[in-house]
């Protein structure tokens, strides 16, 4: 694993030391992980997304009904 050195502003920090001690966490590195990892995850619901409307607004209809795109939406955001 890579080692990094952050700094972090006192608000932060201190959001940081009480997840830990409620033990939501480990430690503060497990803690960044998995808002890292949240974080990626969004980023790619965000890319389907952004790709199904692209998709859409090109081709100007979908056949797709509601129910069927909000079944892929939950879909993907459920994983």
Do not use: C
């Amino acid at each position: 694993m890579a080692r990094q050195s952050i700094t972090f502003t006192e608000p932060n920090d201190e959001w940081l030391k009480a997840q830990v001690e409620s033990q939501e966490y480990t430690s503060k590195s497990e803690l960044i992980n998995d808002l890292i990892r949240q974080a990626r995850k969004q980023q790619t619901q965000i890319d389907w997304i952004r790709a199904k409307l692209e998709k859409a607004e090109n081709s100007g209809f979908t056949k797709d009904s509601q129910q069927e795109i909000l079944a892929q939406s939950k879909s993907l955001l459920h994983g």
